[in-house]
């Protein structure tokens, strides 16, 4: 069989020998192998000797061949390509007509295309709006594309809304790296729900926080599973208004078993990251990313004890060594290349993760235990988080502060931070490691009442 290197001595050197061979190649092999291989094709190449395979029973070899016919933009073969995008029976085959006929950038291919923007296929629309973009400034293509702008499809969406928005800035007064100054450092004893009415819109550049676990500690008490998951989504609903353009939601939670009443009941488990992630995509929090939070068997709750003993089948309980990270981006058109975009050079410089860093989603991490709380974040798990998602000075908000993990990696990482928390002992802990002053922000942090804070909200501009 031909190499790649004798391929192309044929096709600068012996175009002729090279369209015998193709002609003349019975296995689909050799054929698959020439057509896969041609790359750029030289000026005056005779697109018809591809013609012949746009027939071919293998589907790779349409694709090949449909592929290649684009590449020799010859306005001739848009019939030819129109058909194989109407009547191919393999799909990869169709999306590559249209995107052969948008290659050409012919004005005669306008229709062909428009025609296809009503396929079934979203990803042959997606062709067909790639070569249509083309003539973006033609106010009938224009207005055709813009009809797409409500399509069922929420990649072809976002294509239209990034393809027409015209300003390039966010929606914010405040330049994107900067936070109001009234909240930064700060701690408020109270409820989030509250706290936030205070919070002015797109104030916040990350937020990080592991919510109460429904009813299976004692500081969370919800009428019902449903009425605690209304909490979260008005939370994370305010979350994502004080949230700036673009900017990140990580959710530290898993499921969680309530304990049975009695003897005579059955514990029930709680999928929580699972029930949340619907309502929060709802509100216009986009996923990302699922990492998990990998923890020591030793030093989670045994749930093998009775297995172990009688090893009979449906009882098998495993014990659960994982927690979930799962990362949200404020749904916006911007690429995250506008939100790096948007700090100096030196902010960017120091803000680069230098070394060795975790990359895969499975973050081995041990727990760590508080004497004041029951349920803290590993200073480790904070570092990362506040590392990877955010650049330095940043505002970082735990609306569930509990003992302000996340303030204290958010300081020693040369952020800010914003912490509400209701319980009075929880506070009084923070008090510990956020009270002290630090060099970055020249002095300790400041605990509010709801109070204080509104006050202090009132003094600042409108
Ligand atoms: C799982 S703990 C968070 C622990 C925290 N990540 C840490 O490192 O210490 C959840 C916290 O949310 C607090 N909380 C529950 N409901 C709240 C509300 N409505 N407003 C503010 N804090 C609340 C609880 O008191 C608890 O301290």
Request: contains cysteine; neutral net charge.
């Given at each position: 069989?031909?190499?790649?290197?004798?391929?192309?001595?044929?096709?600068?050197?012996?175009?002729?020998?090279?369209?015998?061979?193709?002609?003349?190649?019975?296995?689909?092999?050799?054929?698959?192998?020439?057509?896969?291989?041609?790359?750029?094709?030289?000026?005056?190449?005779?697109?018809?000797?591809?013609?012949?395979?746009?027939?071919?029973?293998?589907?790779d070899i349409r694709f090949w061949a449909v592929k290649n016919i684009g590449k020799v933009a010859d306005e001739g073969d848009l019939k030819l390509l129109n058909d194989a995008a109407q009547h191919?029976?393999?799909?990869?085959?169709?999306?590559?007509?249209?995107?052969?006929?948008?290659?050409?950038?012919?004005?005669?291919?306008?229709?062909?295309?428009?025609?296809?923007?009503?396929?079934?296929?979203?990803?042959?629309?997606?062709?067909?709006?790639?070569?249509?973009?083309?003539?973006?400034?033609?106010?009938?293509?224009?207005?055709?594309?813009?009809?797409?702008?409500?399509?069922?499809?929420?990649?072809?969406?976002?294509?239209?809304?990034?393809?027409?928005?015209?300003?390039?800035?966010?929606?914010?007064?405040?330049?994107?790296?900067?936070?109001?100054?009234?909240?930064?450092?700060?701690?408020?004893?109270?409820?989030?729900?509250?706290?936030?009415?205070?919070?002015?819109?797109?104030?916040?550049?990350?937020?990080?926080?592991?919510?109460?676990?429904?009813?299976?500690?004692?500081?969370?008490?919800?009428?019902?599973?449903?009425?605690?998951?209304?909490?979260?989504?008005?939370?994370?609903?305010?979350?994502?208004?004080?949230?700036?353009?673009?900017?990140?939601?990580?959710?530290?939670?898993?499921?969680?078993?309530?304990?049975?009443?009695?003897?005579?009941?059955?514990?029930?488990?709680?999928?929580?990251?699972?029930?949340?992630?619907?309502?929060?995509?709802?509100?216009?929090?986009?996923?990302?990313?699922?990492?998990?939070?990998?923890?020591?068997?030793?030093?989670?709750?045994?749930?093998?004890?009775?297995?172990?003993?009688?090893?009979?089948?449906?009882?098998?309980?495993?014990?659960?060594?994982?927690?979930?990270?799962?990362?949200?981006?404020?749904?916006?058109?911007?690429?995250?290349?506008?939100?790096?975009?948007?700090?100096?050079?030196?902010?960017?410089?120091?803000?680069?993760?230098?070394?060795?860093?975790?990359?895969?989603?499975?973050?081995?991490?041990?727990?760590?235990?508080?004497?004041?709380?029951?349920?803290?974040?590993?200073?480790?798990?904070?570092?990362?988080?506040?590392?990877?998602?955010?650049?330095?000075?940043?505002?970082?908000?735990?609306?569930?502060?509990?003992?302000?993990?996340?303030?204290?990696?958010?300081?020693?990482?040369?952020?800010?931070?914003?912490?509400?928390?209701?319980?009075?002992?929880?506070?009084?802990?923070?008090?510990?490691?956020?009270?002290?002053?630090?060099?970055?922000?020249?002095?300790?942090?400041?605990?509010?009442?709801?109070?204080?804070?509104?006050?202090?909200?009132?003094?600042?501009?409108?």
């Open positions: 069989m031909i190499t790649k290197d004798e391929l192309n001595r044929l096709k600068q050197e012996n175009l002729s020998e090279l369209y015998k061979l193709l002609n003349g190649s019975q296995e689909n092999r050799e054929v698959l192998f020439v057509l896969e291989n041609l790359g750029s094709l030289p000026n005056g190449f005779d697109g018809d000797v591809f013609v012949p395979f746009t027939r071919h029973p293998n589907d191919d029976s393999d799909s990869m085959v169709r999306r590559e007509a249209i995107s052969s006929i948008g290659r050409m950038r012919s004005p005669k291919a306008k229709k062909i295309l428009s025609s296809f923007l009503s396929d079934a296929d979203p990803k042959v629309v997606l062709q067909a709006i790639r070569g249509l973009l083309v003539f973006k400034g033609d106010a009938e293509i224009q207005n055709k594309l813009l009809q797409l702008k409500d399509h069922p499809n929420e990649t072809i969406q976002s294509v239209i809304r990034r393809e027409f928005s015209k300003n390039e800035k966010s929606s914010s007064a405040e330049p994107h790296p900067v936070s109001p100054e009234f909240l930064r450092d700060v701690v408020v004893q109270g409820d989030v729900r509250e706290v936030l009415k205070y919070v002015p819109d797109e104030s916040l550049h990350l937020t990080f926080t592991s919510p109460p676990y429904y009813n299976a500690r004692d500081y969370s008490i919800y009428v019902s599973y449903n009425a605690y998951l209304d909490f979260l989504e008005e939370v994370f609903n305010e979350v994502h208004r004080v949230t700036k353009e673009g900017r990140f939601l990580i959710v530290n939670t898993s499921p969680v078993i309530v304990p049975r009443v009695s003897r005579a009941h059955a514990s029930k488990r709680y999928p929580i990251p699972f029930d949340l992630h619907a309502r929060l995509v709802n509100i216009g929090w986009e996923f990302v990313d699922d990492i998990i939070w990998l923890k020591p068997e030793s030093s989670v709750k045994n749930r093998n004890a009775g297995f172990l003993q009688h090893r009979k089948p449906l009882a098998y309980k495993p014990n659960a060594v994982t927690e979930y990270l799962m990362v949200y981006r404020k749904q916006t058109d911007q690429l995250l290349d506008w939100n790096m975009r948007q700090y100096d050079w030196d902010t960017v410089e120091e803000s680069k993760i230098k070394g060795d860093y975790e990359t895969s989603n499975v973050w081995k991490i041990d727990p760590t235990f508080d004497r004041v709380h029951s349920a803290v974040f590993p200073l480790e798990l904070c570092n990362r988080v506040v590392k990877f998602y955010s650049y330095k000075g940043d505002l970082i908000f735990d609306p569930f502060g509990g003992s302000g993990t996340l303030g204290k990696a958010a300081r020693n990482l040369n952020r800010h931070f914003f912490l509400t928390e209701q319980e009075p002992k929880y506070v009084e802990r923070m008090k510990a490691d956020l009270g002290k002053t630090n060099l970055f922000q020249g002095e300790s942090a400041r605990f509010l009442t709801l109070e204080e804070f509104a006050v202090e909200r009132a003094k600042e501009k409108p």
